[in-house]
């Protein structure tokens, strides 16, 4: 099967993912600095979520550009990251309603480690379903990045019992590792 | 016909669909642990609603993939078909607010049954548009999961009425059946 339509659906799924996060967002009570202040965390919490999904999406999007046929394991892999993608709507109006909080973040931080681990599943079944030999096995290489982000995640989850805000330092630290574009597949295609 | 954009149609509406579903579920209500507990059966229902759009999701893909041509009757069957998955996140609603009840289970079931009748409505349109040869006429020849997931449908809203969570039972087994690819659809799509 070519890959067309497991990526029309997936850019489809993210992006209506991506923007029905906003619904979650809250006006400031009255309009006054402190009522600003009191939404900030909630928009900070929405800005990086929305960075996580545009970083799924863009590596999605170059690992893709490689892979020339996909099979039923690689559908599968791919409908459980996007499951794990769809909770994030959820989680941004669990902190909206609890604050930045320990059960909301460590939860946050649950999410991130599935759906890394997801991904690296999409990984093996795409490398699975093309051969070692593949422009996608090649440019995937060591996944040196996905076991860091996934290791860092999980940390993020445990500090969230212990400060909520060291987590999101730690999940922001991982956005900006994978901001910088991946190279790998760019230099393959 | 050729069949891009009843497949990008399809995509952009099913993507919704599976995606606003989570808008249904509640977030805890306190802090602890325990605030969790009330809510993992929601997740659970949510979890496998998930799952199910995304196999109806799936089997289109392959159908399609069979598929040459599509016809009139072939995009109103496919509308319709959206219409019942439509109703999935409406059934999710419910099940987010009055909790897993017998009239709860027994409507995710009937929007199941149609969802799945509708997508067989869709094959038999799919099988008038497309030659005797064609990939979707060699792999409709024998189905059997079709049938199967039908009549599980039928006994498991039967079922509810009295042991609701008999009916859920059925309806997490006819996922997993659907989980398990279909190699010989596959090889014929390869084939094709």
Sequence with gaps: MKPDRLNA?????IAVIITIMVLELKLPAEPSWQAVRAVLPLLGIYALSFVNIGIYWNNHHHMMQSVRRVDGRVLWANLLLLFWLSLFPLLIRWVGEAGVSTMPVAAFGVDLVLASFAYLLLERALIACEGERSTVAKAVGSRTKEWLSFGLYVIGFGAAFAEPWLSLALYVAV????FVPDRRFEQQA | MNTNRLNSFTDGVVAIIITIMVLALPVPTGGGMKALAPLWVLFAAYALSFLKVGIY????????????RVSGPALLANLFFLFCLTLMPFVVRWIGEAGITRDTVIAFGVVNLCCTLSSALLVLTLLRANDSDSPIAKAARNRIKGPVTISAYVVAIGLAF??????????????LMWLVPDKRLEQLIVDA
């Design chain 1, 175 to 178: 956005a900006i590792i994978w």
């Design chain 2, 57 to 68: 999701w799936s089997q289109h893909h392959h159908m399609l993939l069979a598929s040459r």
């Design chain 1, 9 to 13: 659906f997936t850019d489809g799924v």
């Design chain 2, 162 to 175: 009295a042991w609701p969570l008999a009916a859920v039972a059925i309806y997490v087994l006819v996922a």
